[in-house]
């Protein structure tokens, strides 16, 4: 995944929309700062303003009341923040948001704090009758700009009854002239229908009225970091214990039912696995907000407790080591939504420029246990999998590996099948659901072997991505010749548009390839993108870390991988130039904690890179270099690796200790700093040098001028050294930062 700074346009209430503009090498701390502050404390506060509210009628809208100093934000959860400016009568207006809203805080009988409400006055919407029913106004109607709000009327007993989403039945009273209301929620709503030959082809709603929330907790979110801590749940997801070593995976068969308008899902996992070492007891992972129904075992259901999103699960006899057995969850409910602030993923339910249902699955951090059931956990992968996903009639689906089958269903609903042929990390699986459109194409590979390559978009996008996919070939071409082969032929190549960018394994997801704060602009930016996804094929999806804390394997070679495609259209100098315009923040080791699912971002991209970049100088023989990364691509193919064993690969490639070197740009903040004194004596100059680091023993060499126009290597240490130079002054004197990242002190 590229790092990104998040900008968000916010619209009407009723169907909150989130639009992502990237911003070229954006740090996770700028993407708060966009939304509109630092990200909030989860501690108690004694504001009764602060805290999480949520709509009866809609779980999906769900806002939180956080303080950045003096400011009152409101985040809408899905979309963004924005400041609450305060208004007379104990009212505040949501800047930004169209129709103009203003929110209240309501009081109980004690005078807390217990709900708000939000007025906001609604334009008037049209809903299209998609299906009949019994007489000329029953059916199904769905709102046209937003595509996941469906109304039903239905006849009964001579009457007219309305139903939206899990709402309950309502009868709709006639007010005359083929009008009618509904009432939901005590909020009232006006409803005209426009008929053809005496049947309903759509209706028109209008009203104006409080939206009304619930405060449902007092405490904020904890978002876990090195400044907030870790919580249990941190722990239980990234921790291995023995309930989940016991086991090895080696297949999952997912099935799942979306379900649009209620924003929900039901489905099914199968599991396989070798047992490592006898048990009866074993951890499965999924998040608590969806529900368990059954767990199948050879046609037996099993007894299970759940805590917090950890699922234990008793068979009914001790399995013994080098078993292969299986079991079958079924599941069911409303998963969460993405929280950018949080960096927490979910599932975004949005619609596209035509308003079209557009929905992607984005899971990395959080864990794919957010939506479906798994050992959830970045050290164990399937060998293979399979991959159903049902959707309504008109959507397709694009998840992982090579489309087996698409069945139209008697139930009005679609089901695309999909198997990966490799091992995948869970993450990696993704359902991506919208009116795609698609075309094909073919890579001719060194040794005359065919890789499949498709397309998936937009139909609206559908030049723009013929213009920007024809890049593929060649960045594969690149990607072969300095990382090695291919990681997975047999699944192909597939890349797609998606609403967020994201490396999912033979489903790369590149983002919108528009801006989308204007529909008629290319997003030339986007090609980045795809080099930046395309390259986790190799890093991050077959060798990828076994821990969060060493995602730097994942996003510094993936970054990097951008770098050496501008230096191989444009030249080395251009693009280093480009490398190190922008500078990292350098306030956190770019390694994270371990054990505690420590999902981050930040410097291990930048930074990353040109840790990559100096260590190439630093050795000096290309050759060797990328040796070095096709030899860990051959080593460590499709396996899960912690940073030791990355590092010792380097060392042992080039017969040299660089762990002074990995310690320094990996473990600590701060770079190695060059202290310099230069005097001039006599016709040349006379230099005292040394490292300033944080690793006793940092010895690295760096490239300065020892003659006028040109740079060599000189080779200081911790300990202060003096050297002589003839034939020049002070201002002659220069030290390489473009080849080496670091900070020179004295000059």
Known sequence: MRDFCHFYRILPLSFLLLFLLPAHNGSAQNAAAAAGGSHPSAAPTSDERIGVYRAKFDPALELRISRNGDQLLVQILGQGRTVLAPQSGGRYAMKGVRPAATMEFLKNDSGRIDGCRVFQKEPLYTWERVDGGDGPLAGTYRMAINPYHVFHIRAKDGRLIGQTGNSAETPLTPLGRGRYEFVREGNKYQLEFKTVAGKAVSMVARGSYPYLLTKISSVL??????????????????MLTPLRTCYDVLFYGLSITVLPETRSIRGSNLIRWRTVHS???????????????????????????????????????????????????????????????????????????????????VTQGIGASVYWPCKDHLSDRPDSMSISITVPHGLMDISNGRLLGRTELSDGQTRFDWYVDYPIVTYNVVMNIGDYTHFSDSYVREGGDTLALKFYCMSYNLDSARKLFADAKRMIALYEKLFGPYPCPRDGFTALESIYPMDHQGAVSIGSMRSPFNGDKYDGDVRRTLWHESAHEWWGNSVGCSDYADMWIHEAFATYAEYLNEESLRGRAAALKDLTRD???????????????????????????????????????????????????????????????????FNTATGKDYSWFFDEYLRYPHIPVLVLSVQQEGDGLRVSYKWEADVPGFRMPVKVTLSKGGFAFIYPTTTPQTMEIKGMGPKDFAVDREDFYIDVRGL
Request: proline content about 5%.
């Open 583 to 649: 500078h990292p923040e350098n306030k956190e080791p770019i390694i994270g904690v371990y054990n505690v699912n420590h999902f981050h971002m930040g410097d291990m991209y930048l930074k990353g890179a040109l840790m990559l970049e100096t260590l190439r100088s630093v050795i000096g023989d290309d050759s060797l270099w990328f040796s070095i990364f096709r030899g860990i691509q051959q080593r460590f193919r499709q396996t899960p690796v912690s940073s030791k064993e990355i590092e010792a690969y």
């Open 279 to 361: 048990f009866r007891r074993m951890q499965v992972d999924l998040y608590e907000n969806l529900a368990v129904d059954t767990i199948d075992y050879h046609g037996r259901p099993l007894h299970f407790t759940r805590e917090g999103n950890a699922v234990y699960i008793d068979l009914p006899a001790e399995l013994p080591e080098g078993s292969v057995d299986q079991l079958r969850i079924y599941y069911s409910g409303i998963p969460l939504q993405p929280d950018i602030d949080a960096l927490k993923g979910g599932i975004f339910w949005l619609t596209n420029r035509d308003k079209r249902i557009w929905i992607e699955s």
């Open 221 to 238: 979110p904890h978002v876990s970091n090195r400044t907030n801590g870790f919580t249990h749940a941190d722990t239980v997801q990234g």
